[in-house]
């Protein structure tokens, strides 16, 4: 079946460090993989995706890379700042129409 | 252009009560999802609606949950005799279909069961 299995948190960082949010998938064929936030009191948006393997997303200095041969497609992001303190959950989509499988989500606070 | 809109923000209601919720999707999104958000737990798939295809009700979790969308356009998501573990975040998405996979999320409607 699919599956996305996320870094439990929650994860508080001071400003300015290095953030890794792991996310691992199982999955049949050649899924799509994202990442979407959640700030405070508002929806999810959509932070990066990668649609095939070896392709990195990237946005707002978040990056991740699309490893089939690790079925992982962990976040980072090299200076985190106070205002990327959100949810974020990792995300496998299996084609157009088709639902979204997700993670349970990782809180990050990041503290001045 | 404007995105997902749902509505109400906020719903309280007493057990036993039915309630509604209503999505607006993106302007020509012909794909529609409603999920659920659970305290402490990740999102889960109620619901998947495409243009005219019947619905993918695979993810409602019990006969009190359906759905409906009128027009190809604006959906509603009714809960029957509502109990309290329905008590939950219940998000809608839309997307393009034809073009992309990507999902884009309305701000949610937060029901509180009493």
């Known amino acids: 079946g699919n599956s996305v299995t996320q870094m439990e948190g929650p994860v508080t960082l001071s400003e300015e460090a290095f953030l890794t949010i792991n996310c691992t998938y199982t999955?049949?064929?050649?899924?799509?993989l994202f990442w979407y936030v959640q700030y405070p009191g508002e929806g999810l948006q959509l932070l990066l995706k990668?649609?095939?393997?070896?392709d990195k997303g990237s946005n707002k200095g978040f990056e991740a890379t699309y490893r089939k041969e690790t079925t992982s497609f962990h976040l980072e992001k090299g200076s985190v700042q106070v205002s990327d303190s959100a949810v974020y959950f990792c995300?496998?989509?299996?084609?157009?129409?088709?639902?979204?499988?997700f993670g349970t989500g990782t809180s990050l606070t990041v503290i001045p | 252009g404007a995105g997902v809109s749902q509505s109400p923000s906020n719903k309280v209601t007493e057990k036993g009560k039915d309630v509604e919720l209503r999505c607006d999707p993106i302007?020509?999104?012909?794909?529609l999802y409603w999920y659920r958000q659970s305290l402490g737990q990740g999102l889960e798939f109620l619901i998947y609606?495409?243009?005219?295809?019947?619905?993918?009700k695979s993810g409602l979790p019990s006969d009190r949950f359906s759905a409906e969308r009128t027009g190809g356009s604006v959906s509603t998501l009714t809960i029957q005799r509502t109990q309290q573990e329905d008590s939950a975040v219940y998000l809608c998405?839309?997307?393009?279909?034809?073009?992309?996979?990507?999902?884009?999320f309305g701000p949610g409607t937060r029901l509180t069961v009493l």
């Open positions: 998405a839309s997307s393009d279909y034809r073009t992309t996979d990507t999902q884009y």
């Open positions: 999955a049949t064929g050649y899924p799509s």
């Open positions: 990668a649609t095939k393997a070896d």
């Open positions: 995300a496998l989509g299996r084609g157009t129409g088709n639902q979204f499988y």
């Open positions: 302007s020509g999104h012909t794909a």
């Open positions: 609606f495409q243009g005219n295809s019947a619905p993918d």
